[in-house]
């Protein structure tokens, strides 16, 4: 989908009054006003539904990870979302035996655990998927072609670029020109969903939440990385965008004492919204659930 004769600037984002729930927003023509879907989990009211599943255990004293806690968790976050009794029967509502299923890990500044991505390949595998039909799937060189599925697996993290860098800007390689999507503060990250070879192939986002970074890098700063020990899931790509971005500025705003806005503002958010069509990025039409640990949410 193109947004021909659109220009996003940092100035439409901060003198505008959509979103207000995220404290920022733009301003956008009146033909982009149409409502949005919220994917194969919204409710009857369109809403759509995000998952947070926490447990204080997953990771010990030293941040290693509890992969057998992981696990259990991983189950709660399947079975949360698709409304499914077994994770089996709810990783079969999402894919199937014959799908090329692609992992997209996040790979710079704040990682995927690689604990999670073993966990979820070997549970595709033991709800039937065949082991070489699960493949890494990030990167420039990735054939996307043959892949058939994708499941999104990001790191919650602030981001230098796009003020938060996780759930929509994880497919930016796909891009094959990455600098291209960095101009006018990353507003056209969404349009990379829309590609030929990436569009309607997203069946499941995952985001580890296990240890989110709140500041933006470029270098990594431990100082900013907390243990939030959680999992988020969605199949609405915009909405966990736009509950992360609110778990982060909470976080910033609680260490600082004070408010402490991302720079740049995160307008991929808003856009993949109201330009991009990818879903809700008003938290007036999210459904949170949570499950397991509740000590500072940030929601």
């Known amino acids: 989908m193109k947004s021909k004769n659109i220009s996003i600037t940092r100035r439409d984002f901060l003198r505008g009054t959509v979103g207000t729930t995220m404290g920022l927003a733009f301003l956008t023509p009146s ?3 149409a409502s949005i879907p919220g994917g194969p989990q919204a409710k009857a009211s369109g809403k759509s539904l995000v ?3 926490r447990d204080e255990s997953v990771l ?6 509890n992969k057998q806690v992981l696990s259990a968790m ?4 399947l079975t949360g979302l698709t409304g499914e ?3 089996n029967r709810a990783w079969l509502s999402l894919v199937s035996p014959e799908d090329v299923i692609g992992l997209v890990p996040t790979t710079l500044m704040n990682p995927t655990h690689n604990e999670l991505i073993e966990v979820i ?3 595709l595998v033991a709800a039937g998927i065949p082991q070489e039909n699960i493949r890494n799937a990030q990167g420039r060189l990735v054939n996307l072609e043959s892949i058939t599925a994708l499941i999104s697996l990001p ?3 602030a981001h230098w670029l796009t003020g938060i860098g996780t759930v929509i800007k994880n497919y930016v390689l796909y891009s094959g020109a990455p600098r291209n999507y960095h101009y006018e503060d990353s507003a056209k990250l969404g349009e990379i969903w829309h590609l030929p070879q990436v569009k309607g192939k997203t069946r499941l986002i995952i985001v580890d939440a296990l240890r989110p970074v709140c500041d933006k890098g470029p270098q990594f700063d431990p100082r900013y990385r907390w243990p939030y020990k959680g999992l988020m899931a969605s199949t609405d790509p915009v909405a966990l965008d736009a509950i992360g971005l609110k778990i982060i500025q909470a976080k910033r705003d609680k260490l600082r004492g004070e408010p402490w806005p991302l720079s740049p503002p995160p307008i991929c958010i808003e856009a993949a919204d109201k330009i991009y069509k990818l879903g809700h990025s ?7 659930k949570t499950i397991g640990w509740t000590q500072e949410l940030l929601i």
């Open 31 to 33: 033909w982009l006003s």
């Open 51 to 53: 998952l947070i599943v």
């Open 60 to 65: 010990d004293s030293g941040s290693l990870v």
């Open 74 to 77: 991983l189950e709660q976050t």
């Open 85 to 87: 009794k077994e994770m």
């Open 121 to 123: 390949t070997e549970s």
């Open 155 to 157: 790191g919650l993290k």
């Open 282 to 288: 008003n938290l007036d039409n999210i459904e949170i």
